[in-house]
C-alpha cells in the first residue's frame, strides 16, 4: 500500500516514559485527567487539634475551680483579693465558653466559622495570652507572699492558700504552654501550605491539606513532559531515466588503395604505421 507522504509529513512522535521506566515511541496524545478530590493527608493534626482543646479545657475546670476557692478564702479570712484570681476566672470562663463548642461544631458542621485556620488562630492567640498572663502573676504574687516556698503553716487557712497558689499557677503555666505550642504549630503548616498554593486560611484543619501541592483548577494534572521528536519524513525517490550519452567520432583516415593494384597507398602516422616512420605493406 503506498504511503501517504502528507500524512507522514504532519504526523508528530513524542517518547514517553511508561511505568516501568522505559523509553517508548508513541504519538503525542493529550489525556487530561480529572483532579482527584482534595483529601486531607494530616490526620494526626486534627487529632492533635481535638486532643489540645479538650485537655485546655479541662484544666480551665481546675483553674476555675482553685482560683473560685482562692478568691473567697483571701476574701473571707485576708480580707484581700488576689489579681491573678480574677484573670484565671476569666481565662478559664473564656476557654469553657468557646473550646468545646469550637469542638462540637466541628464535628457536627462543615464550613463552620469557628473552624476556619484563621479564627482559630486569632482566637488561641488571645487565650494563650490570657493564661500567661495569669501565671506570670500568680508567680509573683507566690514569691511575695510565700518566699520561703514552704507551705509547712500551723494556720490551716494560710497552708491551704499556699497550696492554692502553687496549683493555680502550674495549670495557668500548663495551659499556656499547650495552647501556644497547638497555635504555634498551626501557623507554621498554614504558612506551608500557603506556599504551596493551598487555600488554608479560611478551612478547617480537618478539610485542610497543609503539605498537598495544588493542582491547576478546571485544568489538567501537570505531567512529566518530554519535547516532540518529529518523525523522518519519508518519500519515494524520484529517478530519472538516464539519456544515452552522446555518439563521439573519432576521425581516422582509411587507407586509400591506388589505382593499381597491389600498390599499397602510404598511412598517415599514428594509423598503422609503428614509431620510427616505417610502413608496412600488406603483401598479396
Given at each position: 500500500?503506498?504511503?501517504?507522504?502528507?500524512?507522514?509529513?504532519?504526523?508528530?512522535?513524542?517518547?514517553?516514559?511508561?511505568?516501568?521506566?522505559?523509553?517508548?515511541?508513541?504519538?503525542?496524545?493529550?489525556?487530561?485527567?480529572?483532579?482527584?478530590?482534595?483529601?486531607?493527608?494530616?490526620?494526626?493534626?486534627?487529632?492533635?487539634?481535638?486532643?489540645?482543646?479538650?485537655?485546655?479545657?479541662?484544666?480551665?475546670?481546675?483553674?476555675?475551680?482553685?482560683?473560685?476557692?482562692?478568691?473567697?478564702?483571701?476574701?473571707?479570712?485576708?480580707?484581700?483579693?488576689?489579681?491573678?484570681?480574677?484573670?484565671?476566672?476569666?481565662?478559664?470562663?473564656?476557654?469553657?465558653?468557646?473550646?468545646?463548642?469550637?469542638?462540637?461544631?466541628?464535628?457536627?458542621?462543615?464550613?463552620?466559622?469557628?473552624?476556619?485556620?484563621?479564627?482559630?488562630?486569632?482566637?488561641?492567640?488571645?487565650?494563650?495570652?490570657?493564661?500567661?498572663?495569669?501565671?506570670?502573676?500568680?508567680?509573683?504574687?507566690?514569691?511575695?507572699?510565700?518566699?520561703?516556698?514552704?507551705?509547712?503553716?500551723?494556720?490551716?487557712?494560710?497552708n491551704k492558700a499556699c497550696h492554692e497558689f502553687g496549683a493555680a499557677q502550674a495549670f495557668s503555666?500548663?495551659?499556656?504552654?499547650?495552647?501556644?505550642?497547638?497555635?504555634?504549630?498551626?501557623?507554621?503548616?498554614?504558612?506551608?501550605?500557603?506556599?504551596?498554593?493551598?487555600?488554608?486560611?479560611?478551612?478547617?484543619?480537618?478539610?485542610?491539606?497543609?503539605?498537598?501541592?495544588?493542582?491547576?483548577?478546571?485544568?489538567?494534572?501537570?505531567?512529566?513532559?518530554?519535547?516532540?521528536?518529529?518523525?523522518?519524513?519519508?518519500?519515494?525517490?524520484?529517478?530519472?531515466?538516464?539519456?544515452?550519452?552522446?555518439?563521439?567520432?573519432?576521425?581516422?583516415?582509411?587507407?586509400?588503395?591506388?589505382?593499381?593494384?597491389?600498390?599499397?597507398?602510404?598511412?598517415?602516422?599514428?594509423?598503422?604505421?609503428?614509431?620510427?616512420?616505417?610502413?608496412?605493406?600488406?603483401?598479396?
Amino acid at each position: 500500500m503506498p504511503l501517504n507522504e502528507n500524512y507522514l509529513g504532519t504526523r508528530c512522535v513524542q517518547y514517553y516514559k511508561t511505568a516501568m521506566g522505559q523509553e517508548t515511541q508513541g504519538p503525542l496524545l493529550h489525556i487530561p485527567r480529572t483532579p482527584k478530590q482534595v483529601v486531607n493527608t494530616m490526620p494526626f493534626l486534627q487529632i492533635l487539634r481535638l486532643v489540645i482543646l479538650a485537655l485546655a479545657s479541662v484544666f480551665a475546670v481546675i483553674a476555675l475551680g482553685i482560683a473560685a476557692d482562692l478568691m473567697s478564702l483571701t476574701e473571707t479570712y485576708f480580707d484581700e483579693t488576689l489579681i491573678f484570681c480574677i484573670l484565671a476566672v476569666v481565662s478559664a470562663c473564656l476557654t469553657l465558653l468557646t473550646l468545646p463548642v469550637m469542638i462540637v461544631l466541628d464535628m457536627v458542621r462543615k464550613g463552620a466559622f469557628t473552624s476556619m485556620v484563621v479564627f482559630e488562630l486569632a482566637w488561641l492567640f488571645v487565650l494563650w495570652v490570657l493564661w500567661l498572663a495569669t501565671a506570670a502573676d500568680a508567680s509573683y504574687a507566690n514569691s511575695l507572699t510565700f518566699a520561703g516556698g514552704s507551705c509547712d503553716y500551723i494556720n490551716p487557712y494560710v497552708n491551704k492558700a499556699c497550696h492554692e497558689f502553687g496549683a493555680a499557677q502550674a495549670f495557668s503555666y500548663l495551659t499556656w504552654i499547650i495552647l501556644m505550642g497547638y497555635t504555634v504549630t498551626l501557623l507554621v503548616f498554614a504558612i506551608i501550605g500557603q506556599t504551596r498554593g493551598n487555600k488554608v486560611w479560611l478551612a478547617s484543619v480537618r478539610d485542610n491539606s497543609f503539605l498537598r501541592r495544588s493542582a491547576p483548577a478546571g485544568g489538567p494534572v501537570l505531567e512529566e513532559k518530554y519535547p516532540p521528536v518529529a518523525a523522518p519524513v519519508l518519500s519515494h525517490p524520484q529517478y530519472q531515466t538516464p539519456s544515452p550519452p552522446a555518439p563521439t567520432f573519432h576521425a581516422q583516415h582509411q587507407p586509400t588503395v591506388g589505382s593499381h593494384y597491389g600498390s599499397p597507398s602510404p598511412q598517415q602516422p599514428g594509423m598503422g604505421m609503428p614509431h620510427g616512420g616505417q610502413a608496412t605493406y600488406a603483401q598479396v
